[in-house]
């Protein structure tokens, strides 16, 4: 058991986290070290195995409170580096106008010299925070004969556009 101050400050350490997963460590160890119970009962406690929390146990023992976060893992680098998408971002945040997919495409490609696929840059508008916009049925008569021949072949895709949900 450690002392009140300790477990003051981990407790504490547990109202500011954010991450879920790192928050359920914090309770395994405010558990185990500030109630004195044992490690298999606060894994059961937290539906989590014995292993488990005698791993997080560990790493808490030998570095603190940063050692209940989850460490940086390597991974394949991003084609475009940030700075690229930064400034791809910026010139499409200008636009007040949706973007298509395949202006955005195009423009990748002109920014960055990298030949994403179509799937690559639905991705990434994704994680930038933007979303499809779809007509609305009442809007479906206002179409062009040249887009409502392309949906009823199936060219959904041509037609979609994006725009950012939040600022």
Do not use: N
């Not at 940063?66 to 945040?93: C, F, H, N, W, Y």
């Not at 997919?101 to 960055?112: A, D, F, G, M, R």
């Not at 062009?144 to 072949?153: H, I, L, P, R, W």
Request: positive net charge.
């Amino acid at each position: 058991m450690v002392d009140a101050s300790s477990k003051e400050l981990l407790e504490r350490a547990y109202r500011q986290e954010g991450d879920p997963q790192v928050k359920e460590r914090l309770l395994l160890v405010l558990r185990v070290r500030g109630d004195g119970v044992t490690a298999a009962q606060a894994a059961r406690e937290v539906h989590r195995t014995k292993a488990w929390a005698s791993k997080w146990l560990r790493r808490f023992e030998r570095c603190g409170l940063d050692g209940l976060k989850d460490a940086p893992r390597s991974g394949r680098p991003p084609k475009i580096g940030s700075l690229v998408q930064l400034r791809i971002r910026t010139e499409m945040a200008e636009r007040s106008q949706s973007w298509r997919v395949k202006e955005v495409w195009h423009l990748i490609e002109e920014e960055s010299g990298v030949a994403l696929s179509v799937r690559q840059v639905y991705r990434l508008l994704h994680r930038w925070g933007y979303r499809t916009v779809v007509p609305k049925k009442r809007f479906v008569k206002a179409a062009s004969k040249e887009e409502k021949a392309a949906f009823k072949k199936g060219h959904r895709r041509s037609l979609s556009s994006y725009q950012r949900t939040s600022p």
